[in-house]
């Protein structure tokens, strides 16, 4: 069976110092390639090496995190969007508007992140959505967008049933399901069991939001066959299915080849 994690922040210090490691277990696991969001600029430089090591099998993205959108962003996004035109990425992300840590920035989060759709919009780019308690301003600014323009993946989606049905009513969305879906209390399942298979793609947000049974410890690429598991449980179909399906939207929406 062939994976994609769609997000996975592997390049992080914290991933250093058993690479080869972590890396033999996620190819082992199936794992095809890793999609790396970026942060902030600082994390630029991580994400190019990890890439530079494995160029087919780790992808990057560039754009910046809502939670690290501050004062100084506007010098910030100009940086970034230089990028653009030095090196390929598939996407710009993670972006989007996070209420759950700041809600003072909200008017800058709004700013950075229209700006960042407007790149996705002029460079023909998916863009990758971080929404954390904060789906009606990420709805309130796509909606001023024509969704044909729109594409991309929402990512670490914990939504309700209303919001994944808004989210696949502008077109050109997938939702991205990761560990979050493998703990009980987050009735996730309940939600994706009615989400039509052409819309779901697999994360792991690695480090974060690790999957049962190994919740508490790191989270890595390797875990994405568990995420699966639970989706296929979810909707009553075969593991394989989930894999193949979610493999085939995941290329499909950064537009490559398996
Ligand atoms: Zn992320």
Redesign the pocket.
Known sequence: MKWIDT???VYLPQFEEDQQEWISRAKEAGLEKIYL?N?DLESVSLINALCEKDPSFFIPMMGL?PCDVKENYKEVLTEMRAAFNQKSFVAV??IGIDLYWDKTTLPIQIEAFKEQVNWSIELDLPF?I?ARDSFDEIFEVLDTYNPNELKGIF??FTGTAEQANKIMSYGGFMIGIGGVITYDKAKLDEVVKDIPMEYLVLET?SP?LTPKPYRGKRNESSYIPIIGARVAEAKGLSLNTIAEQTTANALRIFRQNG
Do not use: L
């Open positions: 997000h996975a922040h969001p942060i995190h992300g993670e990758v971080h990512h670490c947000d974060f």
